[in-house]
């Protein structure tokens, strides 16, 4: 209860795991970390599965680098992307980027991307912290997904972001 924690955010929004990956050094090493939580998925799904290879190269190499400094490390795959255009979306540009990232997310991308994850967080011996699983599962309960990211077709809205930091933290018990 008396430790000190200091939190730092590395994390570039739109980014990707070759580019967190390339810029290791700079951002977390100089930090000498007791835990490095990791999180990509999106903005490498977007690619398309032919690219898969070099997301899974960009983490492996992330794992290894964490673990060379001594650190506990957790991955996290966050939520799924929107399944349709919202009616919430008015400028054109929007519409198409939700148009676009629902394609992915229903035709597959981001399932692939979710389960290749997996593998190698197992193959490295990282915990995986899996947010993605429930965010499935309310879909296929019927719940509208789309209504719940906050920009309609990326990112949650705030309720389910505590979910995932809830969820960062019970996963950080488990090491």
């Known amino acids: 209860p008396a430790a000190q924690i200091n939190l730092v955010n590395s994390g570039i929004s739109g980014d990707n795991a070759i580019n967190g990956n390339n810029r290791f ?3 977390i090493t100089p930090y000498s970390p007791d835990l490095v939580v990791v999180s990509f998925g999106l903005n490498d799904g977007c690619q398309g599965r032919d690219k898969v290879k070099n997301y899974t190269d960009a983490l492996e190499s992330i794992f290894a680098k964490v673990k060379a400094l001594g650190a506990e490390c957790i991955f996290v795959f966050q939520n799924i992307m929107n399944t349709k255009v919202s009616c919430h979306l008015k400028e054109k540009r929007e ?16 399932d692939f991307y979710y389960e ?24 296929s309960f019927g719940v509208d997904t789309t209504d719940l990211l906050a920009n309609y077709y990326n990112h949650p809205k705030r309720e389910f972001s505590y979910y995932t930091a809830i969820k960062i933290i019970e996963t950080m018990f488990e090491l």
């Open 25 to 27: 050094e700079r951002d």
């Open 95 to 110: 519409q198409e980027l939700a148009a676009y990232f629902a394609e992915i997310q229903n035709r597959g991308d981001l």
């Open 116 to 139: 290749k994850a997996k593998d190698i967080a197992k193959k490295c011996g990282v915990k995986f912290c899996d947010v993605y699983s429930a965010w499935k599962k309310m879909l």
